[in-house]
């Protein structure tokens, strides 16, 4: 883990509007779900290929989905290949499209800060993937086709990352891995879901936390669960 310096971390807090740091006064509650069947085998390499070239080159060219009509480029992911953990937001905005990166805009800011919190940056045992590659038009939610589409793409990278937690952002990644039809992220975070045997926590977007600055607080005790689960999951 790398370190971050006392004064990183209280600026970043400060930038979170979360003030002086919290201690949580639960323990975890571990839930397990059933994941529903997510057959697609549209991605037809090997998960131990490891070949990320070809994942990026069929994501590139991909037109499964009216998505790609309007996209200047697809957005893989980001980060370490072989990190423990994987946080998954919903779909590149403009920003994103423009430099074919997640999370570079404003919710981008926050995410880096957010993991900075937790002694965490970009890059480094931290990969950074969307549900969807191609920016939905107007930054609408993307549709339960476009997910379906897409949802090879982000399975096949679970499946080389190898990640020890995944971690969604926001209702519409966690619609995706945990194939349910309703999600609400205030019913679902604080518990360990469960991806295909992975260990899986769903906090809020930073997106919505930049609307709603209030829920920042839930988003910081969700820092901390996540941070306190992944130290079970190392022992
Ligand atoms: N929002 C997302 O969900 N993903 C991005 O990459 C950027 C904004």
Same mark, same amino acid.
């Given at each position: 883990?790398?370190?971050?310096?006392?004064?990183?971390?209280? &600026?970043?807090?400060?930038?979170?509007?979360?003030?002086?740091?919290?201690?949580?006064?639960?323990?975890?509650?571990?839930?397990?779900?059933?994941?529903?069947? %997510?057959?697609?085998?549209?991605?037809?390499?090997?998960?131990?290929?490891?070949?990320?070239?070809?994942? &990026?080159?069929?994501?590139?060219? %991909?037109?499964? @989905?009216?998505?790609?009509? &309007?996209?200047?480029?697809?957005?893989?992911?980001?980060?370490?290949?072989?990190?423990?953990?994987?946080?998954?937001?919903?779909?590149?905005?403009?920003?994103?499209?423009?430099?074919?990166?997640?999370?570079?805009?404003?919710?981008?800011?926050?995410?880096? +800060?957010?993991?900075?919190?937790?002694?965490?940056?970009?890059? #480094?045992?931290?990969?950074?993937? +969307?549900?969807?590659? %191609?920016?939905?038009?107007?930054?609408?939610?993307?549709?339960?086709?476009?997910?379906?589409?897409?949802?090879?793409?982000?399975?096949?990278?679970?499946?080389?990352?190898?990640?020890?937690?995944?971690?969604?952002?926001?209702?519409?990644?966690?619609?995706?891995?945990?194939?349910?039809?309703?999600?609400?992220?205030?019913?679902?975070?604080?518990?360990? #879901?469960?991806?295909?045997?992975?260990?899986?926590?769903?906090?809020?977007?930073?997106?919505?936390?930049?609307?709603?600055?209030?829920?920042?607080?839930?988003?910081?005790?969700?820092? @901390?669960?996540?941070?306190?689960?992944?130290?079970?999951?190392?022992?």
């Amino acid at each position: 883990m790398n370190t971050v310096s006392t004064l990183t971390r209280e &600026q970043t807090l400060r930038e979170m509007g979360l003030g002086p740091v919290w201690k949580l006064r639960e323990q975890p509650v571990r839930e397990s779900s059933l994941v529903g069947g %997510c057959d697609e085998v549209l991605v037809s390499q090997d998960a131990s290929s490891n070949d990320w070239p070809a994942l &990026q080159s069929t994501v590139l060219d %991909c037109r499964l @989905c009216t998505l790609c009509q &309007q996209r200047k480029q697809a957005v893989l992911g980001v980060g370490d290949v072989q990190a423990d953990w994987l946080f998954v937001g919903e779909g590149p905005g403009a920003d994103e499209d423009e430099k074919g990166e997640p999370f570079v805009g404003q919710a981008g800011k926050l995410l880096d +800060n957010m993991l900075a919190a937790i002694e965490l940056k970009r890059g #480094h045992d931290v990969y950074i993937a +969307n549900a969807v590659k %191609c920016r939905p038009p107007g930054n609408r939610t993307p549709t339960d086709e476009e997910l379906n589409s897409c949802r090879p793409y982000l399975k096949q990278q679970i499946a080389m990352i190898k990640p020890r937690l995944i971690v969604t952002l926001g209702g519409t990644a966690a619609k995706t891995l945990l194939q349910r039809d309703e999600i609400k992220v205030g019913s679902l975070r604080g518990q360990v #879901h469960e991806y295909e045997g992975i260990p899986l926590i769903v906090t809020y977007h930073p997106s919505y936390l930049l609307r709603s600055p209030m829920e920042k607080a839930k988003a910081w005790e969700d820092l @901390c669960f996540m941070r306190r689960t992944m130290f079970d999951l190392k022992q």
